[in-house]
């Protein structure tokens, strides 16, 4: 029998953690930029957690995923993931007592929210928190650096198989085998796969004289800089709603894109532009990566013409063959944040991140998830799997987004409206009121409620 190293293995890190290195050891990087990755989950869990039992689950799920095993250190000058072999206990128990329901809510959110260090600390962790007749609370806690929405999806539904006993089938993308095969393009497609940026990108547009530019402020073209983060949130009649997806499946049109394209379309008729260049996030470019839990966020750089309010329903078709061939020609740099491509857009005059449009692409492997109704729930709905009642708790803080506004789409099955996340910097309230409304002229859809968060 080999005895198994007791000493981590030295591997490259992926582009987006030197990227979040970068940004992180920025002489301006603002501390609500820095701290700001930590993806969190709590459940308040009853019966009390089998703590041996929890322990057994959670380093089998380090054993399968080794990017939970990931420290990012300086080796002789260059940046390097250290992986640590298996078998270190990263559950960590606290005892809170008796606390009234405000305390507690507040201080599960506090603990959950912790920034984590990005560099030579553990990346990932598990507190279960004793809160005497209560119950505990099992919080979850990985740093952006080695997860994004869908492997966190991926990691909670494998945690909750190893805790009940079901089998997990088929082997886990490895970091090692994420960098050779999947980081960079396939070479017998690399030289097409540029070509097709290239063209795509030839005549884009300089950014427009809208938000920070208007008033005068340098753009954050790279996330640094002051921002003051809002949200308002619309939410329309379901009898709207309907009627909005039931036109869109008779021309078989994606209700997501549509979505999409009201937002873009209505930046193009308050801010009278032609054309524009706008973000959207792809978590999943490749089916192979469903089982990694690595970040493999990609948000491409992708052109919006005006359709008017005539060619709109053809301005929708053509916005959804732009993000269909989108997804089939990455990666690319094209699509990621601070590369030399976007260093190089941004010297041009265009700026990538001055609007983007984003849904939560791990949504499609929730619904596919055996525990799909759970990852559903509101908050405070109670599931049970095997011996335990779960109540997820509501552990979430506002983000900061690295366009100066962003079309927000929620990840629940029941559609409900939409959200507009913005810099109070870049717009005012009644810019983004405004822009709100035409979107619901756009897509005939009647708000029930427009509110700023």
């Known amino acids: 029998?080999?005895?198994?190293?007791?000493?981590?293995?030295?591997?490259?890190?992926?582009?987006?953690?030197?990227?979040?290195?970068?940004?992180?050891?920025?002489?301006?990087?603002?501390?609500?930029?820095?701290?700001?990755?930590?993806?969190?989950?709590?459940?308040?869990?009853?019966?009390?957690?089998?703590?041996?039992?929890?322990?057994?689950?959670?380093?089998?799920?380090?054993?399968?995923?080794?990017?939970?095993?990931?420290?990012?250190?300086?080796?002789?000058?260059?940046?390097?993931?250290?992986?640590?072999?298996?078998?270190?206990?990263?559950?960590?128990?606290i005892d809170l007592g008796e606390m009234n329901a405000a305390d507690f809510h507040s201080t599960i959110s506090a603990i959950a929210n912790t920034p984590m260090p990005l560099i030579d600390a553990p990346l990932a962790e598990v507190i279960v928190a004793s809160c005497a007749g209560r119950g505990d609370v099992l919080i979850t806690r990985v740093h952006h650096a080695v997860t994004d929405g869908h492997g966190m999806v991926v990691l909670t539904e494998d945690l909750t198989k190893l805790l009940i006993g079901i089998p997990i089938l088929g082997q886990a993308v490895s970091h090692a085998d994420y960098i050779a095969r999947f980081q960079s393009p396939p070479p017998h497609r690399a030289a097409e796969i540029a070509a097709y940026w290239k063209e795509l990108h030839r005549d884009f547009p300089l950014a427009p004289n809208v938000g920070r530019k208007a008033k005068g402020l340098e753009p954050l073209k790279f996330g640094m800089g002051k921002v003051e983060s809002r949200e308002l949130n619309c939410r329309a009649t379901p009898e709207s709603l309907r009627r909005f997806e039931a036109v869109g499946a008779a021309a078989n049109i994606n209700p997501d894109t549509a979505?999409?394209?009201?937002?873009?379309e209505g930046l193009c008729q308050c801010y009278d532009l032609e054309k524009m260049m706008f973000t959207v996030t792809i978590a999943r470019s490749d089916p192979a990566l469903d089982t990694y839990v690595g970040d493999h966020s990609l948000d491409p750089y992708l052109p919006y013409a005006a359709g008017g309010d005539h060619g709109f329903s053809a301005a929708i078709k053509t916005l959804a063959q732009t993000l269909m061939q989108?997804?089939?020609?990455?990666?690319?740099d094209a699509a990621r944040r601070g590369t030399a491509?976007?260093?190089?857009?941004?010297?041009?005059?265009?700026?990538?991140?001055?609007?983007?449009?984003?849904?939560?692409?791990?949504?499609?492997?929730?619904r596919r998830s055996i525990f799909s109704e759970g990852f559903f729930n509101k908050h405070g709905d109670v599931q049970r799997i095997g011996p335990y009642a779960l109540t997820s708790?509501?552990?979430?803080?506002?983000?900061?987004?690295?366009?100066?506004?962003?079309?927000?789409?929620?990840?629940?099955?029941?559609?409900?409206?939409?959200?507009?996340?913005?810099?109070?910097?870049?717009?005012?309230?009644?810019?983004?009121?405004?822009?709100?409304?035409?979107?619901?002229?756009?897509?005939d859809l009647e708000p029930t409620a427009v509110a700023l968060k």
């Open 1 to 93: 029998m080999v005895k198994a190293s007791s000493k981590p293995s030295v591997l490259p890190i992926t582009i987006w953690q030197q990227y979040l290195i970068d940004e992180a050891t920025h002489p301006d990087c603002p501390d609500d930029l820095r701290d700001r990755f930590t993806l969190a989950n709590a459940f308040l869990v009853q019966p009390r957690i089998d703590m041996r039992r929890l322990r057994r689950a959670v380093d089998k799920l380090r054993q399968r995923h080794d990017s939970l095993r990931i420290r990012l250190r300086q080796v002789k000058g260059v940046w390097r993931a250290l992986i640590d072999p298996p078998g270190e206990d990263i559950v960590r128990q």
């Open 259 to 264: 979505l999409f394209a009201g937002f873009l």
């Open 326 to 332: 989108a997804r089939a020609y990455l990666p690319h």
């Open 341 to 366: 491509y976007h260093r190089a857009l941004a010297q041009m005059g265009c700026y990538p991140n001055q609007f983007s449009v984003y849904q939560p692409d791990a949504m499609s492997r929730q």
């Open 393 to 443: 708790l509501d552990v979430s803080v506002p983000s900061r987004s690295y366009s100066d506004i962003r079309l927000v789409l929620g990840s629940s099955i029941s559609r409900t409206g939409f959200s507009i996340r913005y810099d109070g910097i870049s717009y005012t309230e009644t810019e983004v009121r405004l822009l709100a409304n035409k979107i619901c002229q756009l897509l």
